[in-house]
């Protein structure tokens, strides 16, 4: 239900505590006790995990509260933060540090209100703000000031019963403002000031994109301006999928409308900012919107039919489909080998560093079922390989052996500084094919990557040092509004092909 990559190439995967034993028992003997839990007090079985990338295994995690339908994000020390949740842990912070043996630790009644289906972002200052949650029409921040901040937008953006207000798409802009989409409408907002600067035209067509009509939604690649270092000339978002006007309440009496197919992009940047709407080559419900080392964006997982909710989802979709923003319209939209594998409901997916779509998940069941349904519910993961990853490429992909004279992966960055990346390519071909991008790892529930982005740095110059290794310098982000404090992937890309990832920090110096 919730995936998280950490900076040491290990992700923390989640489910909920109240759907019974799950498959894993932690050989330890372990237990878990919880009086107030409303299907097992004592459960020695666990619900969480690390999975190690590199190695193909997974550590067992103890949960002691329910992190039903709950929001998360890496702080600039790298240290996952994750709030609410259901019943006993809608109130609940929860930290995973990424270090060796480590597991969660909790914080009950630390959140002002219940967060359970609230949105995540990290801040410039280093700070994350909590948004809305089912009827909660408001929002906080972590660390605690102790104070509850309304946003009444939430309140106005609810379909009654069918909600479609829920898990809202919020994104950090780079002058430091909240972009945030509820249904079908969306705002400029100032965090800080409580003020709603300004709000966006209506997304065309009027059909809501939260949950529980999920559709998805990305903060296009922001690329430095090589002019004026401290802007961004383009800013601009994108909203994919979802379900039509009243297709949650046709879906609980049994009646799965088509999904949406559309998608619009803003620029927010623009003076009269206006939706630009783009046709999907599949309809798509429920999928997960990520982007990817090239600066494209996939789209995957998800349903053709219903919405999101319990058995709420028919015919899955199990092609993926990769949108490149730049293309001529008519050529952005690419359809991908299926998998033989349904994602539904309760579904995730995230970018690892090699460049792959980790994938893992569905089970749209208030249980586990894993025989005599439709979708039963599934444990095995995918890993979805993008065209860029094949062997005939192998001639023009870059691979970084260096960041500066660092050894270590996790080097320190300022803002604004220098930074030299060597790399080696067999076949090079010019400096204007050379990219240098930084991604920041996104926290995937719901169809939602909170706090995904991706900067494409400033480039000064790129010299070759040998018969085919390079040296390319680039400029850091310039500000925490563009890039917040933490921990990132960095990729070069040789030809529209990646390297696999190195991970930096950024903080200010």
């Given amino acids: 239900m919730h995936m998280q990559l950490l900076h040491n190439n290990k992700v923390v995967m989640f489910d909920r505590t109240d759907s019974g034993r799950s498959n894993l028992t932690f050989s330890d003997g372990r237990c878990r006790f919880d009086p107030d839990d409303t299907q097992l007090q004592i459960d020695c079985t666990a619900h969480s995990v690390l999975y190690d990338v590199t190695t193909n295994k997974i550590r067992p995690l103890t949960i002691q509260t329910d992190t039903w339908c709950s929001s998360g994000a890496v702080l600039p020390n790298g240290t996952l933060l994750q709030t609410g949740g259901f019943h006993d842990g809608d109130h609940v912070v929860r930290m995973f540090t990424p270090r060796s043996n480590l597991d969660w630790v909790e914080y009950p009644d630390y959140l002002n209100r219940r967060r359970w289906y609230a949105t995540n972002q990290i801040l410039p200052d280093g700070r994350v703000i909590i948004v809305g949650g089912r009827r909660q029409y408001n929002y906080e921040f972590y660390p605690s000031d102790s104070k509850l901040y309304w946003l009444d937008f939430l309140r106005e953006t609810r379909d009654g019963r069918n909600e479609n207000n829920l898990y809202p798409f919020v994104h950090l802009l780079p002058d430091g403002n909240l972009f945030i989409f509820s249904n079908t409408r969306s705002i400029l907002f100032d ?24 559709g998805s939604s990305v903060l296009l690649p922001l690329v430095e301006n090589a002019t004026a270092p401290t802007s961004i000339e383009v800013v601009e978002v994108m909203v994919c999928g979802g379900a039509p006007q009243g297709a949650v309440r046709s879906a609980r009496a049994g009646e799965f409308a088509r999904a949406i ?23 798509r419900v429920m999928g997960d919107m990520l982007l990817l080392p090239t600066g494209d964006v996939i789209v995957i ?5 219903g919405t999101a909710g319990w058995e709420n989802g028919r015919e899955p979709v199990t092609a993926p489909v990769i949108y490149r923003p730049s293309a001529p319209q008519i050529w952005r939209f690419s359809v991908m080998a299926a998998s033989p594998t349904a994602r539904m409901y309760h579904s995730s997916a995230i970018l690892l560093g090699d460049g792959r779509i980790l994938v893992g998940g569905s089970n749209p069941h208030v249980f586990y079922n894993f025989t005599g349904v439709l979708y039963p519910t599934e444990l095995k993961l995918d890993a979805f390989s993008p065209p860029y990853l094949s062997p005939a490429y192998d001639p023009v992909r870059p691979r970084i052996v260096g960041v500066r004279a660092a050894a270590a992966p996790a080097a320190v960055r300022g803002y604004g500084e220098e930074i030299r990346v060597s790399f080696c390519v067999t076949r090079y071909l010019t400096r204007s094919a050379v990219s240098v991008r930084i991604v920041a790892p996104s926290f995937t529930t719901h169809s939602f990557a909170m706090n995904q982005r991706m900067v494409v740095l400033r480039i000064v110059d790129v010299k070759q040092k040998a018969s085919d290794m390079y040296t390319v310098t680039v400029v850091g982000p310039s500000t925490a509004e563009i890039a917040p404090p933490g921990y990132y992937m960095m990729f070069v890309v040789h030809a529209g092909i990646p390297s696999s990832c190195i991970w930096i920090k950024l903080q200010s110096r």
């Fill in 191 to 214: 965090y800080d000031g409580n003020r709603v600067l300004t709000e966006f035209p209506e997304i065309p067509g009027g059909d809501p994109r939260n949950y529980p009509s999920s």
């Fill in 261 to 283: 197919s559309s998608c619009g992009r803003l620029r927010v940047s623009d003076r009269n900012p206006n939706w630009e709407m783009e046709t999907m080559p599949l309809e």
């Fill in 301 to 305: 997982n998800g349903a053709g039919r």
